[in-house]
C-alpha cells in the first residue's frame, strides 16, 4: 500500500554545512510558527538560517524537511541546500513528489521524520495549494497531527501562510496553537 | 553608529536604509559600487557595511577586501537574493562577520545588529 511503501523513504536527515553566520531566529523548540506572508521569503530564510547555523540551545545544530510547491531544484539552488530533503507538493510521481491529495502520506513523512530527527525544523509551504485539493478541515487535521508530535520534543515548524487566501475564521483556527511570526517591513 | 548600505539597485537601498531607521538606526549611508563604496567608507568610517555580493563591476568580496584594509575593525555583512555557499565562504575567509539573504526583514536584521553592533 501506498500509504505504507513511503515509511521507508524517509531517512534520518544529514546536517547542512554550517556557514558561521549569526542564527537569526530564535524560534523555539517544541513550537510551530505560522508566518502571515506571500511569497514566503521569511519562512524560507529562518529555516535555512536555522539548519546552516549552530545555537547554544539543547539543539545545537538542527536538520530540516521542507514540503513545497516550488520544485527541489529551485530549492536547492536559490538556498544552498545540499543534504536537506525536499519534497515537491505536485500532482506528478516521482521520488520526491508527493501528491496535495494524499494527506495521509503527508503526514506520516513529516511525523516520521520528526521521530527519526529529534532536533528537525519542518517547513511546510504551500497549505493554500493543499486546501484547493482538500477540505480545510482535513488540512487542519495535518497540521494538528504534525503539532502534536512536535510539542512533545523538541523540533518546530513553520508555516507560511497566505491570509488573502484564508477566512478570517481559517486563519484563527490555523494560528490556534501556532504562534504567529510577523515581520513588519520587507525589503523588496 | 553610522551604517552604509552598498548596493547597486537605488530602490533595494531606499528600503534598506528604511528598515534601518524602523530597527533603530538613523545615521546611514548609501554606495551603489566598488568606488563610491570605497570612497563614502573612508569618508564616513562607519561601523558596520552592508555589502550586497554581486555589483555592478568589483564584486562584494573585492568591496569587503578594500574596506578591512582601510579598516580592519570595521564590520561587514555580506548580503545575496541567493545563498551561494562557496560565495559566502569567500566573503567570510576574506573578513566579513555575518550574511543576510535578500529580500530581508525586521527580524534578521535586528538580529544581527544586535549581535554587531556594539
Known amino acids: ?188 | 553608529m553610522k551604517i552604509l548600505v552598498v548596493d547597486d539597485s537605488e530602490a533595494f537601498r531606499k528600503v534598506m536604509v528604511e528598515l534601518l531607521v524602523r530597527v533603530g538606526f538613523h545615521d546611514t549611508v548609501e554606495a551603489k559600487d566598488f568606488d563610491e563604496a570605497i570612497e563614502v567608507f573612508r569618508r564616513e568610517r562607519p561601523k558596520i557595511a552592508f555589502v550586497d555580493m554581486i555589483l555592478l563591476g568589483k564584486s562584494g568580496v573585492e568591496v569587503t577586501k578594500a574596506m578591512l584594509a582601510i579598516d580592519p575593525s570595521a564590520t561587514i555583512v555580506a548580503m545575496s537574493s541567493i545563498i551561494n555557499k562557496k560565495m559566502i565562504r569567500d566573503c567570510m575567509d576574506t573578513g566579513a562577520k555575518d550574511f543576510l539573504l535578500k529580500p530581508t526583514n525586521e527580524i534578521a536584521l535586528s538580529s544581527v545588529l544586535a549581535m554587531w553592533s556594539d
Open chain 1, 1 to 188: 500500500m501506498g500509504f505504507f511503501s513511503k515509511k521507508s523513504d524517509v531517512k534520518k536527515s544529514g546536517a547542512e554545512a554550517g556557514l558561521g553566520i549569526t542564527r537569526k531566529y530564535n524560534l523555539a523548540g517544541g513550537k510551530s510558527y505560522v508566518v502571515e506572508e506571500s511569497p514566503p521569503d521569511i519562512s524560507f530564510d529562518a529555516f535555512v538560517n536555522i539548519i546552516s547555523t549552530t545555537s547554544g540551545d539543547a539543539c545545537k545544530k538542527m536538520v530540516g524537511l521542507a514540503v513545497s510547491r516550488q520544485h527541489p531544484d529551485l530549492i536547492k539552488q536559490k538556498y544552498g541546500l545540499e543534504t536537506t530533503p525536499i519534497y515537491w507538493l505536485a500532482t506528478r510521481t516521482g521520488p520526491e513528489v508527493i501528491s496535495p491529495t494524499n494527506l495521509g502520506i503527508l503526514t506520516h513523512t513529516m511525523i516520521q521524520f520528526i521521530d527519526a530527527n529529534p532536533c528537525s525544523v519542518i517547513l511546510l509551504d504551500g497549505i493554500e495549494y493543499l486546501v484547493s485539493n482538500n477540505d480545510f478541515n482535513k488540512v487542519l487535521r495535518v497540521i494538528d497531527q504534525v503539532n502534536d508530535h512536535i510539542s512533545q520534543g523538541k523540533a518546530l515548524m513553520i508555516i507560511p501562510v497566505d491570509p488573502r487566501a484564508f477566512e478570517q475564521k481559517e486563519m484563527a483556527l490555523l494560528e490556534r496553537n501556532m504562534e504567529k511570526i510577523s515581520a513588519k517591513l520587507e525589503t523588496k
